[in-house]
Every structure is written in structure tokens, then in C-alpha cells.
């Protein structure tokens, strides 16, 4: 039990603690990868850590119902005397209360972040669907043109992914211009950023009022188009990229991501003026450090747990 009570406090400051301290460290966009990770880091291991803390809590009750003289710890020897009763019928009902509501709440969270998964994956492949349909095949293999007017270019899912463009966008880029934008949503969809925004949209919708993924989800998304721009500027250099995002407009449907959709002035200046070897090499090592920090915590928990040395337990 003092296991499960240390996971939900160390969620507990990471939740509220972890998205005042991501965003104050200025230099994410020096070292996106690495920003992104660490915010990931954050995310994942309150989720996880809400879903061990509920699981240990149900076996530690459930293992130790009828002998909590096995329970050495005074916390959990408390916990115990009201499971068998000897607290009173009405402590042994709250706790009982207590346990099933928690449960309750931890399936119920699930099955929302499942079902809003699948709606967002759902939308996203209908739209991919319907692009099929209207729009109409170009040179290469994964792209799509479809006629409209306003110039847009955006990946969407599907099996397989495709990259839409409009002839609005044809008839505005050049050559230069167009394999730059294609190279960005090529980076987008050989990264998984697809599947991994709609993950984060669902988790955000599911949870509103928890700031680290609300906060979590659109960071993430926005790093993940200079991660793009970063791969494309490799390939063909940043002036055609940045000419490229100014002839584009943001016209990216719910569930796609477009070259133009998101920071755009942002990653114009970050293209305009790169940040340098020593500024990159200082965020890479404050942003893998913090991600190596957040994802310590579980298992430093876990690790004086069972060397006994966890004080609340003891």
C-alpha cells in the first residue's frame, strides 16, 4: 500500500508541477527531439502511475483481507484493522467504498481514453477515405491533389498514409518549394507524429482539466512540426522551406498535419536564424536530463521499496 501512496504523490507533483517547469525551460526548440521526450516522459508515467497505484492498492487489500498482522508496515496495518472490521463496520465500508471507487474511476478513465482514441483514428481515416475518393493521383505514389483553390498541404492516416496537396498549393509553389513541403509531411508521416497527436488529443479530451496533458498535447504538436522542418531543412535547406510556409495557408483538417498549421511565425524565426552548436548541445543536455529525471521516479520508488527503505512504509 505505501508503494500505491507514494506512486499517486510523485503523479500527483509531476501533474501539477511538470508543465510550470517544461514551460519555463526556454530552450525547446534548440533540441525538439529531446523536448518532446521529456514531455512524453511526463505524461506517460502519471498515467502509468495512476494505473499501478490502482492496481497494488486492489491486491494489497485483497492479499491481505483476512491477515493484516502480515502487513508490517503501520500505514497498511491501519488499512488492514478496517478491511477485517475492527475498526468498525463503517471504516470496513469506506474502505471497501474507497477501493471500489477507485477502480471504478480508473476503468471508466479507460474506456473514455479508448473511445476517444478510436474517434479521433475513426474521423481521420474517414477524411483519408474521402480524399481517396475525390482526389486524384500525382507523380509520386503517396501524394494526393485535390481541387481547391486555397493553397494547403497536409499528411493524413491511413493504410497507406497519403499526403494531400490542393492545386491552389500546386499552382503557388515552385519546385524547390513543393519538394520542401513534401519532405516535411514525408518526416511527419515516417515518424509516427500522426498516430502519436491523435493519441494526445485523446488523452487531452478525456482529462481537460489536468494541465500537464492539455498543456502536454499541444507542446508536443507544435514541436513535432520543427522536428519536420528539421528533417526537411536537411534535404533541401531552409529558404525553400521557409518560402514554401509563406505561400501556404493553414488550412489542415482535425486530425491531419499541414507544413503551414501550426507556429508558423515561430519556425519562420527559428528557420531565419538556427540556433547554434553550443545553444543545441546546452538544450540537448537540460532536456535529457529532465526526461531522465521524470522517468526516474517510478522506479526509484519502486527500487528503495524493495530494498525497505521507502520511509512511509516504514
Given at each position: 500500500?505505501?508503494?500505491?501512496?507514494?506512486?499517486?504523490?510523485?503523479?500527483?507533483?509531476?501533474?501539477?508541477?511538470?508543465?510550470?517547469?517544461?514551460?519555463?525551460?526556454?530552450?525547446?526548440?534548440?533540441?525538439?527531439?529531446?523536448?518532446?521526450?521529456?514531455?512524453?516522459?511526463?505524461?506517460?508515467?502519471?498515467?502509468?502511475?495512476?494505473?499501478?497505484?490502482?492496481?497494488?492498492?486492489?491486491?494489497?487489500?485483497?492479499?491481505?483481507?483476512?491477515?493484516?498482522?502480515?502487513?508490517?508496515?503501520?500505514?497498511?496495518?491501519?488499512?488492514?484493522?478496517?478491511?477485517?472490521?475492527?475498526?468498525g463496520v463503517a471504516a470496513q465500508v469506506a474502505l471497501?467504498?474507497?477501493?471500489?471507487?477507485?477502480?471504478?474511476?480508473?476503468?471508466?478513465?479507460?474506456?473514455?481514453?479508448?473511445?476517444?482514441?478510436?474517434?479521433?483514428?475513426?474521423?481521420?481515416?474517414?477524411?483519408?477515405?474521402?480524399?481517396?475518393?475525390?482526389?486524384?493521383?500525382?507523380?509520386?505514389?503517396?501524394?494526393?491533389?485535390?481541387?481547391?483553390?486555397?493553397?494547403?498541404?497536409?499528411?493524413?492516416?491511413?493504410?497507406?498514409?497519403?499526403?494531400?496537396?490542393?492545386?491552389?498549393?500546386?499552382?503557388?509553389?515552385?519546385?524547390?518549394?513543393?519538394?520542401?513541403?513534401?519532405?516535411?509531411?514525408?518526416?511527419?508521416?515516417?515518424?509516427?507524429?500522426?498516430?502519436?497527436?491523435?493519441?494526445?488529443?485523446?488523452?487531452?479530451?478525456?482529462?481537460?482539466?489536468?494541465?500537464?496533458?492539455?498543456?502536454?498535447?499541444?507542446?508536443?504538436?507544435?514541436?513535432?512540426?520543427?522536428?519536420?522542418?528539421?528533417?526537411?531543412?536537411?534535404?533541401?535547406?531552409?529558404?525553400?522551406?521557409?518560402?514554401?510556409?509563406?505561400?501556404?495557408?493553414?488550412?489542415?483538417?482535425?486530425?491531419?498535419?499541414?507544413?503551414?498549421?501550426?507556429?508558423?511565425?515561430?519556425?519562420?524565426?527559428?528557420?531565419?536564424?538556427?540556433?547554434?552548436?553550443?545553444?543545441?548541445?546546452?538544450?540537448?543536455?537540460?532536456?535529457?536530463?529532465?526526461?531522465?529525471?521524470?522517468?526516474?521516479?517510478?522506479?526509484?520508488?519502486?527500487?528503495?521499496?524493495?530494498?525497505?527503505?521507502?520511509?512511509?512504509?516504514?
Amino acid at each position: 500500500m505505501s508503494i500505491a501512496v507514494c506512486l499517486l504523490l510523485y503523479s500527483a507533483v509531476v501533474a501539477v508541477l511538470g508543465p510550470r517547469v517544461l514551460s519555463r525551460l526556454r530552450c525547446a526548440e534548440h533540441a525538439p527531439h529531446l523536448a518532446i521526450t521529456a514531455w512524453l516522459a511526463a505524461i506517460a508515467s502519471v498515467l502509468a502511475t495512476w494505473l499501478a497505484a490502482t492496481a497494488l492498492m486492489g491486491i494489497d487489500v485483497a492479499r491481505h483481507w483476512d491477515s493484516p498482522a502480515l502487513v508490517l508496515a503501520a500505514c497498511v496495518t491501519r488499512l488492514q484493522a478496517m478491511a477485517v472490521g475492527q475498526s468498525g463496520v463503517a471504516a470496513q465500508v469506506a474502505l471497501v467504498a474507497a477501493a471500489t471507487g477507485t477502480g471504478a474511476a480508473a476503468a471508466v478513465l479507460t474506456v473514455r481514453l479508448a473511445r476517444a482514441l478510436v474517434g479521433l483514428r475513426k474521423r481521420a481515416h474517414e477524411h483519408a477515405r474521402a480524399v481517396r475518393i475525390v482526389g486524384r493521383a500525382s507523380g509520386d505514389d503517396d501524394v494526393l491533389v485535390v481541387d481547391a483553390a486555397t493553397p494547403g498541404a497536409y499528411c493524413v492516416a491511413g493504410r497507406p498514409a497519403a499526403i494531400v496537396l490542393t492545386t491552389g498549393a500546386l499552382g503557388a509553389l515552385d519546385d524547390r518549394q513543393l519538394a520542401a513541403v513534401l519532405a516535411h509531411e514525408r518526416a511527419h508521416l515516417a515518424g509516427h507524429h500522426l498516430q502519436l497527436v491523435c493519441a494526445l488529443r485523446a488523452a487531452a479530451a478525456v482529462l481537460p482539466r489536468v494541465r500537464l496533458i492539455t498543456e502536454g498535447a499541444a507542446e508536443v504538436a507544435r514541436l513535432l512540426e520543427m522536428c519536420a522542418d528539421d528533417a526537411c531543412v536537411r534535404q533541401h535547406g531552409s529558404s525553400a522551406l521557409l518560402s514554401g510556409l509563406r505561400e501556404l495557408a493553414a488550412t489542415a483538417p482535425a486530425g491531419a498535419l499541414g507544413a503551414a498549421n501550426l507556429a508558423v511565425l515561430r519556425r519562420a524565426e527559428r528557420l531565419v536564424t538556427p540556433p547554434g552548436n553550443a545553444a543545441r548541445a546546452r538544450a540537448a543536455a537540460l532536456w535529457a536530463t529532465a526526461a531522465a529525471l521524470i522517468a526516474a521516479g517510478p522506479a526509484l520508488i519502486a527500487a528503495l521499496s524493495l530494498a525497505g527503505a521507502l520511509l512511509c512504509g516504514s
